[in-house]
């Protein structure tokens, strides 16, 4: 697991997945919104795509989302995707609270306004979104493995396989535990 790429709806975890699974197989993390957050949206999509193309000549990669125009040919080239799936409450819950944590570090986070079109967005478009992320997660080529977490819980459990639990004892323990 070298390719990995990690898509779901806005507030499903992908970034903080993304970014445990940096911290344990110590592998780049790429996220689509750093690469588009600061483009303007009518040149987003080729300036996006042209980044991906580049990040995934690398031999190791977590991309963190997926721009959407692209989405199949980029896919296809990691070797594992993680999708990421919450209830629509939930969803928006994050969203909102990571709003609100970057107004308050003082971080750019866009506006009152933006918020507000992404979330009624997100509940506009959640039944058709759910579907299409589905179908691409479920279409994904067989060289592709699948992992599908569906709360933190299952997230957290899957986390869990990375992390390396060898004690180290000093030497001169009257105990010392044999690898």
Known sequence: MKRI????????????TAQQLMRLK?????AVDDLAGRLEDQIISQQVIAAFDEIQQKREWIIDGI????????????????????PL????FRVIRRWCQKKILGEPNGSLVRLLQLLWHM????????????HLFLTLPDHVNRVWLRGDTEVEIWLAQFVDLQFIQPANHPNPIVN
Do not use: W
Request: glycine share 8%; net charge positive.
């Open 123 to 134: 509940v506009r478009m959640n039944a058709r979104a759910t579907v299409k992320y589905r």
């Open 67 to 86: 721009v959407h125009c692209n989405a199949r040919k980029h896919l296809s080239k990691a070797d594992t995707v993680i999708f990421l799936e919450r």
């Open 89 to 92: 409450l939930a969803r928006v």
């Open 26 to 30: 110590n592998i780049g993390l790429y």
């Open 5 to 16: 790429i990690i898509i779901g709806q806005p507030g499903s975890g992908k970034t903080y």
